[in-house]
């Protein structure tokens, strides 16, 4: 119980109001017993929402949710403008978004 309140109050910059029930887990939809799992689990991999965990998991480079919100900007945009301080790391995502 005081685990979980910890894990509130650490995750609640977030904003996030669901409950751990109501969210979706995409893998839940793939077994590894399927004859095509890899082509399943690749097109996870590379849909938009999922691209930071594939960074973590492939790469095994975690991002800040300030970086995967950007990956997730240059994804959707068709000119995609990145406007951001000294050191922000807009190259660096270039360079992985180039990856993907």
């Known amino acids: 119980m005081a685990i979980k309140k910890f894990k509130k109050i650490e995750e609640a910059w977030l904003g996030l109001d669901e409950i751990e ?48 919100l950007m990956l997730n900007e240059i994804w959707n945009r068709k000119f995609p403008m990145l406007i951001a301080s000294r050191g922000f790391g807009k190259s660096f995502m270039l360079s992985l978004y180039t990856q993907f």
Not at 35 to 45: G, N, S, V
Not at 60 to 67: A, C, E
């Open 21 to 68: 029930t109501d969210l979706f887990n995409p893998m839940s939809l793939i077994r590894p017993s399927d004859d095509d799992f890899h082509l399943r689990l690749a097109y996870l991999m590379t849909r938009p929402e999922y691209l930071s965990f594939a960074a973590s998991q492939i790469l095994g480079i975690n991002l800040l949710p300030s970086q995967a």
